[in-house]
């Protein structure tokens, strides 16, 4: 009886956090702590138009053909990256992509730049199963 009562006790500990915690998420709204320029708003819309996510990844997540650019702006100066995107190479196709364009992919990869580190490789491996930036 005493070990029943105690499993309830956890239980019901349990849910209320879960609950909480839920409830915590669901209403509280992310805050951007650095809001992208309207040209890096473009830069993400051109990103989703050309479906780049299917070759390149951002934050770790997406395609493998193409390299993650998440911090392709830190790595290579704008003038490499204004190249491949007025040019293409073997494997990226030429989107023809107007000088406006090209400016708003390189404040958008400004913006991204800004916003986080995405280089997995370099992750801490946790013996839980669990990554974290050194």
């Not at 913006?111 to 930036?133: C, E, M, R, W």
């Amino acid at each position: 009886m005493q070990t029943f009562r105690f499993k309830s006790i956890v239980f019901i500990t349990l849910l209320i956090a879960f609950l909480g915690y839920s409830t915590t998420l669901y209403l509280t709204e992310p805050k951007e702590l650095q809001p992208p320029t309207v040209a890096a708003q473009k830069g993400k819309i051109l990103w989703q138009e050309k479906n780049c996510i299917s070759c390149h990844q951002l934050y770790g997540l997406g395609g493998h053909l193409g390299p993650d650019v998440t911090n392709v702006f830190a790595k290579r100066s704008e003038a490499y990256i204004t190249a491949f995107l007025e040019s293409g190479t073997q494997v990226m196709p030429n989107y023809n992509l107007s000088k406006e364009e090209i400016e708003s992919f390189i404040e958008f990869f400004k913006y991204t730049n800004s916003t986080g580190v995405a280089d997995p490789t370099t992750f801490l491996k946790h013996i839980d199963g669990t990554i974290s930036q050194p």
